[in-house]
């Protein structure tokens, strides 16, 4: 499996995934895959300021509240992983 660059020239799918936090690899958890995914979504939400504002708007609060609200989700987001089969 091989992705491209904008340029044409292709990148195998293993420099890719050793570059980029987000697309995992062979040992990824599930829970490791969906925490991923939560930070990427929240960060995209504080990082864009209309979508922010949207959110606050919904949620009656101040801008500023939301930011911090989704900072503060994005510690652990799915909550604490599931113990390890070689933690008992």
Request: charged letters at 20%.
């Amino acid at each position: 499996l091989t992705m491209s660059t904008a340029g044409g020239a292709s990148i195998p799918a293993e420099q890719t995934k050793a570059r980029y936090l987000g697309t995992g690899h062979a040992d990824t958890t599930k829970h490791d895959w969906i925490t991923n995914q939560h930070r990427d979504t929240l960060s995209s939400h504080v990082g864009h300021y209309d979508q922010l504002s949207y959110y606050a708007v919904a949620q009656n609060e101040s801008v500023a509240r939301v930011r911090v609200q989704m900072l503060e989700k994005m510690y652990q987001p799915c909550g604490l992983p599931p113990p390890k089969k070689d933690d008992f």
